[in-house]
């Protein structure tokens, strides 16, 4: 399993069949040039068969759900209320 960043910050986990020095260069290239909706539409595993790479499983790290729903609540929590509520 190896942790990438894509281009609007996900850290996310992709598990590979075979794991080699000239693969994670490649996966180190593309990753942080694609956002993590294009990854879940399929792009990484389209650009990664020109290569024969088989991507086994990818998966977002918790923590970024965590950190997203913080900052979330925060925004929430700095909006103006109307008074009375």
Known sequence: MAKFVTRDNKSIKIK???KNDELMNLLNNTV???SYD???EGELEKRMKDFGVN???IELSC???IKEL???KA???ALSKP???
Do not use: C, K, N, Q
Request: hydrophobic share 45%; glycine share 8%; proline share 4%.
């Open 16 to 18: 590979l069949a075979h």
């Open 75 to 77: 925004i929430f929590d």
């Open 70 to 72: 913080l900052l979330s």
């Open 32 to 34: 942080p040039r694609l």
């Open 83 to 85: 008074t009375g509520v």
């Open 38 to 40: 294009e990854i879940l």
């Open 63 to 65: 923590g970024d759900d």
């Open 55 to 57: 991507i086994e499983s």
